[in-house]
């Protein structure tokens, strides 16, 4: 078990994330880069400019480019927003694509990818498959800098619309009308994303929290149910399309995608750092893999070890952690955290340093 006792399995990352890696064509992920066109969906345009990956390894890096794989919940945001920012205050061009942030991790630790930075929904994708001896310190330090939380996101078009307004103003149980027949539900694969683990701890708490025994089972079914789980890059846009009724969301992600959501209760949305002991009540046992426990959703920036520019990553990891990037962070719906490095100090860029708090230092 990793350090943090919750999230992902090697075992079963190896099995699913080698052979989607391997396809190399990487098709259907948000990307951005230098010059793109690329559609507002996040499943739209073709890539233009992407994270190196090895093939490029021994081309001469470009100091004013930046290689960026991040959540695929962020894809929006780091193409639309993010993007044009970096490339006028701080003068990078962002390259990068957005995935399930495990899937990503392996990327990476099958030297598919070389990002300069690794944006992560989850601290335990860079406990498990990137920190540490046993992934040859392919990273050795990263920081926590933002919290969000779960939410139900919801087509306006959904013949459910009217029920799921009502729940949404608190006036039915919001559970009773993802019970209905004929309701279609999406979700991430727990296999490849923090959000899909996370699907499956929310649904578990609530289970206990609102007194209902079947309710995971009643509206998830089995834990791989292939009609409802999706990739995180077209999850939204198979809920704006109306293809599906309502979807299990970061807050964020319903806020720039301006879609209706239902708020849940810290008690279950795993936002709140004093729930975290309840939130670990909350179990996953994926096959062929240690037992994983809940915990607040928490995103991570880090510099891998194999990064061709360190110093332009440090820049914009400070830039998203204390600078504009923050104010950016906020209005999309994240709560910016006061940065928490996890690692030896002595391993981050001495750039970063300052911009952690001594209670906040580990190792």
Known sequence: MNKR????????????????????SLAGCGTIGSGSNASS????????????????????AKSDTLSVLYAGSMTDLMEHTIRPDVKQRLHLNLEGEGK????????????????????SASPS?????????QNHNLERWYLEFARDQLVIAYSPKSRFAKQLNQAAEGKTDWWKVLEAPG?????????????????????????QYYRQPDLEKTVLGSVENSQQVFPEESLLAQLTSGQIDAIVAYRH????????????????????????????????????????????????????STAQNPSQAAQF???LTAGHGRTLLQADGFIPMQPKLVG???????????LVTEASKSG
Not at 103 to 116: C, E, F, T, V
Not at 344 to 352: F, G, I, M, R, S
Request: with cysteine; hydrophobic share 40%.
């Open 5 to 24: 006792g919750h999230f992902w399995s090697y075992r079963a990352l190896c099995s699913v994330c080698a052979g989607v890696a391997l396809t190399a």
């Open 41 to 60: 969906h996040p499943s739209g345009g073709h890539p233009v400019g992407t994270a190196k990956t090895t093939a490029g390894a021994g081309e001469a």
């Open 100 to 119: 399930g942030s495990a899937a990503l991790a392996q990327m990476i630790k099958s030297n598919i990818a070389s990002p300069d930075v690794f944006i």
């Open 125 to 133: 994708v860079n406990d498990t498959l990137l920190m540490g001896s």
């Open 183 to 207: 309701f279609r539900f999406g979700r991430t694969d727990p296999k490849l994303d923090p959000k899909g683990v996370y699907t499956l701890m929310l649904f578990q708490l609530a289970s």
């Open 253 to 304: 992600e319903a806020v720039e995608w301006h879609v209706p959501y239902i708020s849940l209760p810290d008690a279950i949305n795993l936002s709140n750092p004093e729930d975290a002991k309840y939130y670990a009540k909350a179990v996953y046992k994926p096959v062929g893999g240690p037992a994983q426990h809940g915990g607040p959703i928490v995103f991570t920036a880090s510099i891998p």
């Open 317 to 319: 990891i400070r830039y």
């Open 344 to 354: 030896k100090v002595q391993d981050a860029p001495k750039t970063l340093r300052d």
